[in-house]
T-cell receptor, first 112, second 111 residues
């Protein structure tokens, strides 16, 4: 069965610093992987997706993620954090029934 | 332009008083989903549709039902809301690569 694990329920960075949010997946087949962002009282917005094309995926708002099969990882990064990046981030994998399985989420805090 | 529209954004009801949440999508996709999200938790799948083929998750309470009268619309009915049903309810449809597009959500408060 497919699953994702997000390490760190809270990550705090200074404005302008590197953002690194960790996601490891478990899948018996080549996975489809996704990162979503959620702002307070809003729905989830797709940041980026990996669908077995390029291993480095660029998304919206300057985020990118790299698929590493050897490490079963799909970590999300952004070179320079902005105050507006403060939100909840969810990693997700598609299961064999075409349903998304979400990780537990990581709350990103950005310090001025 | 929003692809998934949910109404109402905020719903307050009394304990045991039925509630209906609505969702419409402009992608004309045959798949639609309802998720429940409680505070500081990941979304939890309640139901999904492939066309009119209805699928509920094994642990979705009987108190929750759904209707899909056509491709564009889907409803979530909560027959007798309890305090534990207070949550954000998210509707979604799918893109070409299986990614989900979510609405803004309906936040339910139960008094």
């Amino acid at each position: 069965a497919q699953s994702v694990t997000q390490l760190g329920s809270h990550v705090s960075v200074s404005e302008g610093a590197l953002v690194l949010l960790r996601c490891n997946y478990s899948s018996s087949v080549p996975p489809y992987l996704f990162w979503y962002v959620q702002y307070p009282n809003q729905g989830l917005q797709l940041l980026l997706k990996y669908t077995s094309a390029a291993t480095l995926v660029k998304g919206i708002n300057g985020f990118e993620a790299e698929f590493k099969k050897s490490e079963t990882s799909f970590h999300l990064t952004k070179p320079s954090a902005h105050m507006s990046d403060a939100a909840e981030y969810f990693c997700a994998v598609m299961d064999s029934s075409y349903k998304l399985i979400f990780g537990s989420g990581t709350r990103l805090l950005v310090r001025p | 332009d929003a692809m998934v529209i949910q109404n109402p954004r905020y719903q307050v009801t009394q304990f045991g008083k039925p509630v209906t949440l609505s969702c419409s999508q402009t992608l004309n996709h045959n798949v639609m989903y309802w998720y429940q999200q409680k505070s500081s938790q990941a979304p939890k799948l309640l139901f999904h549709y492939y066309d009119k083929d209805f699928n509920n998750e094994a642990d979705t309470p009987d108190n929750f039902q759904s209707r899909r009268p056509n491709t564009s619309f889907c409803f979530l009915d909560i027959r007798s809301p309890g305090l534990g049903d207070a949550a954000m309810y998210l509707c979604a449809t799918a893109g070409d690569d299986g990614e989900l597009f979510f609405g803004e959500g309906s936040r339910l408060t139960v008094l």
